[in-house]
């Protein structure tokens, strides 16, 4: 069984480090979160943000599923503490908390849709779209991890909730799955849904468990990927 590479997400450079960037190149708030500073220009549009600010927010972003996949109702403080930079900085580039959830939604979106562009799941076995999608998913596990917390404090979910559309990308992993149903490779029991909620526990697991329980980040990886293998695989004993 391939190996899941261990390496977690860049650290952010220190707050003295990123700010002189930034002074040098000021900070721009992305496509995703127009700030004030993005405003029409009469002279033109605006240039792209510059390398230093991209590296800032996106360090922001990553701060911020970090600290509020676990505490929803922790302070913007602690998402500049954590990115290594000042709380005006993070301002600059998200104008408030309902602007940076936004943007780590966004974010979220982005790396689940990409992991499963990249795990080509129309070719080989069903079983093996599913290794690479697992693959994909876990190496992405500090990003999807956002859409794991709880819901953000004083939410409103009240009122009757309809369960939200196939996307196309749940459409290809089903699709996949059924393939594998079909070639012999996955056990055929298992229903497309049944192996996406078991998906998605192993991934909270992975991401959420080692923390509790002294594991290190790649052993849980490591173990999250076997566990999920062997638990569909039509033939768990030659996994």
Same mark, same amino acid.
């Given at each position: 069984?391939?190996?899941?590479?261990?390496?977690? %997400?860049?650290?952010?450079?220190?707050?003295?480090?990123?700010?002189?960037?930034?002074?040098?190149?000021?900070?721009?708030?992305?496509?995703?979160?127009?700030?004030?500073?993005?405003?029409?220009?009469?002279?033109?549009?605006?240039?792209?943000?510059?390398?230093?600010?991209?590296?800032?927010?996106?360090?922001?972003?990553?701060?911020?599923?970090?600290?509020?996949?676990?505490?929803?109702?922790?302070?913007?403080?602690?998402?500049?503490?954590?990115?290594?930079?000042?709380?005006?900085?993070l301002h600059r580039h998200f104008t408030d908390r309902a602007a940076l959830r936004a943007a780590v939604d966004a974010l979220a979106?982005?790396?689940?849709?990409?992991?499963?562009?990249?795990?080509?799941?129309?070719?080989?076995?069903?079983?093996?779209?599913?290794?690479?999608? #697992?693959?994909?998913?876990?190496?992405?596990?500090?990003?999807?991890?956002?859409?794991?917390?709880?819901?953000?404090?004083?939410?409103?979910? %009240?009122?009757? #909730?309809?369960?939200?559309?196939?996307?196309?990308?749940?459409?290809?992993?089903?699709?996949?799955?059924?393939?594998?149903?079909?070639?012999?490779?996955?056990?055929?029991?298992?229903?497309?849904?049944?192996?996406?909620?078991?998906?998605?526990?192993?991934?909270?697991?992975?991401?959420?468990?080692?923390?509790?329980?002294?594991? %290190?980040?790649?052993?849980?990886?490591?173990?999250?990927?076997?566990?999920?293998?062997?638990?569909?695989?039509?033939?768990? %004993?030659?996994?």
């Amino acid at each position: 069984m391939q190996e899941i590479d261990s390496a977690a %997400s860049p650290a952010p450079g220190t707050e003295r480090e990123m700010e002189a960037e930034e002074d040098a190149s000021p900070a721009e708030p992305g496509p995703e979160e127009p700030g004030p500073d993005r405003a029409h220009s009469s002279s033109g549009p605006l240039a792209p943000p510059s390398p230093a600010a991209q590296r800032t927010r996106r360090a922001i972003l990553l701060a911020a599923v970090e600290v509020l996949s676990v505490n929803p109702g922790a302070a913007l403080s602690d998402v500049a503490d954590t990115a290594g930079v000042s709380r005006s900085t993070l301002h600059r580039h998200f104008t408030d908390r309902a602007a940076l959830r936004a943007a780590v939604d966004a974010l979220a979106e982005e790396q689940w849709t990409e992991a499963v562009r990249v795990a080509r799941l129309d070719q080989g076995s069903g079983f093996e779209a599913f290794r690479r999608l #697992c693959g994909e998913l876990i190496s992405r596990i500090d990003t999807l991890a956002w859409w794991m917390a709880s819901d953000e404090p004083d939410q409103d979910t %009240s009122g009757d #909730c309809e369960a939200p559309a196939e996307s196309a990308e749940d459409a290809e992993i089903a699709a996949a799955l059924r393939r594998g149903h079909r070639d012999g490779t996955i056990d055929p029991t298992l229903s497309p849904e049944w192996v996406s909620n078991i998906t998605w526990a192993t991934l909270y697991a992975i991401r959420f468990i080692p923390a509790q329980g002294g594991m %290190s980040p790649f052993e849980a990886r490591q173990q999250g990927l076997r566990t999920l293998l062997k638990s569909v695989a039509a033939d768990p %004993s030659a996994v």
